[in-house]
């Protein structure tokens, strides 16, 4: 594949980027939870892989050429890389130590069996080239799956334990993102590779170079969006310290408060919408706004569907989410589940029940130095 001047720019800027998000990963590297060596060393490859290709005007022997190239090792240890990224990511206690690092072994031994090769020619060429393109499809396929069972794993048994639970809620999100655009960049590697796109060229070829780029770019450019993963949760709670620094070191982030700075809301040190989703943020939201009392029917029409749900339904509905609410703010503010809602009565109908979020969990602060 020979590439043209449009090429170049797309693939160096995508090289430069893969840059810029490491070195701002190293920065964070010692206290980012999102950040260990095996992200660094796919994203530093990356940027390799990507400078090379910038600067060769034929890369047709990418994935195709049967000798030892440093290129081609670094794509065969981007596949275990990944795995062991999430592997570390998802149980926290797992020391990087160096029976991790035996799942590199093969991409060092195979390597060694290239060299032989190249040197010796023990195998027919084209015996070589159905060897190669068992053993890395076999490879390949073996890490993807392997990676699939641990992310279903991951999903489906959740440790129950309360701060693993947090780590849990946190990480899930970048876990799956992660897992499906790096799966898909291997699966479309394979399909490069096993149906040697590079040589048939055409509109397949520049199809695979296309969902590369947008493969590569998307995952980027959710690291370059998702603060928590760039900088890691510690520093970015001290850049917003920082920035706030009209709030006293007592004041910042009460720690059994609700923190009402403008119109921004927050729990602990992050937004309310980080711990609600759906219903139950919508029905907190209206009680938020509201200091005084408000008829708990009053929240009925966030709980109605369109197909016009009977009222029973949506009274345990409602229900349902408001205990929801009153549990998860109680632990999360680490008070008594009663003292969350304030109830009482309507004075001239006492069959209407009114209900308040407790004032006292409430902390109102107005500054414009604060960013949302």
């Not at 992050?270 to 200091?291: A, S, V």
């Not at 408001?322 to 001239?348: A, G, H, M, Q, T």
């Amino acid at each position: 594949m020979t590439l043209s001047l449009g090429n170049d720019i797309i693939i160096f800027f995508v090289g430069a980027l893969h840059l810029i998000v490491g070195f701002v990963l190293l920065l964070s590297f010692r206290s980012n939870k999102y950040v260990n060596i095996f992200l660094i060393f796919i994203i530093l490859s990356g940027a390799i892989r990507s400078f090379y290709a910038g600067f060769r005007s034929d890369i047709t022997d990418t994935y195709t050429g049967l000798d030892f190239s440093w290129i081609r090792f670094l794509l065969i240890l981007t596949v275990p890389s990944a795995y062991l990224y999430l592997k570390t990511l998802i149980d926290p206690k797992l020391k990087i130590s160096r029976n991790l690092f035996i799942h590199l072994l093969f991409p060092v031994l195979w390597s060694v069996l290239v060299v032989v090769q190249t040197s010796y020619g023990f195998i027919s060429e084209t015996n070589w080239v159905s060897v190669r393109r068992f053993f890395i499809l076999g490879y390949v396929i073996f890490y993807l799956l392997r990676t699939a069972f641990m992310v279903k794993e991951f999903y489906s048994n959740p440790d129950e334990d309360l701060k693993k639970d947090k780590y849990f809620k946190n990480i899930r999100n970048w876990v799956f993102t992660f897992f499906v655009f790096t799966s898909l960049l291997n699966l479309r590697a394979l399909i490069h590779f096993v149906f040697s796109l590079e040589d048939s060229g055409g509109l397949f070829e520049n199809l695979s170079s296309v969902f590369k780029l947008v493969f590569v770019f998307f995952i980027l450019f959710k690291i370059l969006t998702s603060p928590e993963v760039l900088f890691g949760e510690s520093k970015l709670k001290r850049m917003f310290d920082e920035d706030s620094n009209d709030l006293s070191e007592s004041e910042s982030f009460v720690e059994n408060k609700i923190l009402k700075i403008n119109t921004n809301l927050y729990l602990k040190d992050k937004p309310i919408e980080d711990y609600f989703t759906g219903k139950k943020l919508e029905c907190l939201l209206i009680l938020l706004e509201n200091n005084e009392f408000i008829g708990v029917n009053s929240l009925n029409h966030v709980f109605e569907s369109e197909y016009k749900a009977s009222s029973p339904t949506v009274k345990k509905r409602r229900e349902t989410n408001l205990n929801e609410i009153r549990l998860l703010l109680s632990f999360r503010l680490n008070v008594p589940k009663d003292s969350v809602f304030i109830e009482s009565r309507e004075e001239i109908d006492k069959r209407i029940k009114l209900i308040k979020i407790n004032p006292d969990l409430i902390w109102i602060k107005a500054t414009t130095n604060l960013k949302a």
